[in-house]
């Protein structure tokens, strides 16, 4: 005997698919996710996640403004944009090399981590772009990614370049992690 060609047991089976799908719907009403817990400094209590744009390719490296702004990396289609106070959205650098990990310095320059650029920037609010780093120990940096500043100076966490799995030590031990004084 076929399931599919029983009419009695195919109508059980559609009531006791679309009952199942009730009951779920009816129980996620009555018991919903709970709220956002708040991140101290980051996220309030109770936030509403909300999509402002699609479309984009791989977005990495937010980092706030001091007027509620953002400032956020898209890797993959080699840009910065800017998301401002009321919403809107704008692209604030193209190009970037793959730019991630940044970092709003205090006197208003974005740094940030070019990948495939291998060299960390700081770009001024007018857009100009300086290489703060391009090597360590004499070689160049390796797919920069991350960057954590400090008082004295800027850790530079490189990685692989995408395909390519690490199976050895690196030649240069500092390419893990490098530092650039805070002045620059």
């Known amino acids: 005997m076929k399931l599919s060609g029983n ?31 708040a991140i101290n400094g980051v996220v309030a209590a109770g936030a ?18 001091p007027d509620g702004g953002l400032y956020f990396s898209d890797i993959g289609a080699n840009k910065t944009y800017h998301l401002d106070k009321n919403g809107n959205i704008s692209t604030w650098r193209e190009n970037t090399k793959g730019t991630n990990g940044l970092f709003l310095s205090k006197d208003g ?4 981590a070019e990948g495939g650029g291998q060299r960390i920037v700081a770009v001024t609010p007018d857009g100009r772009v300086t290489a703060l780093a391009t090597a360590s120990g004499g070689k160049p940096l390796r797919s920069p990614n991350d960057l954590i500043l400090a008082k004295t100076a800027a850790s ?12 050895r030590r690196p030649s240069n031990p500092a390419m893990s992690s ?7």
């Open 7 to 37: 009419p009695v047991i195919r109508g059980l089976l559609v009531t006791y698919l679309i009952g199942g799908v009730s009951f779920s719907l009816a129980g996620l009403a009555q018991n919903p996710p709970p709220a956002q817990a």
């Open 48 to 65: 509403k996640v909300e999509l402002v744009r699609g479309g984009f390719q791989g977005l990495e490296g937010p980092v706030p403004t």
């Open 109 to 112: 320059r974005l740094l940030g």
């Open 156 to 167: 530079i966490s490189p990685i692989p370049r995408p395909g390519r799995r690490r199976t």
């Open 178 to 184: 490098i530092f650039v004084p805070a002045d620059r």
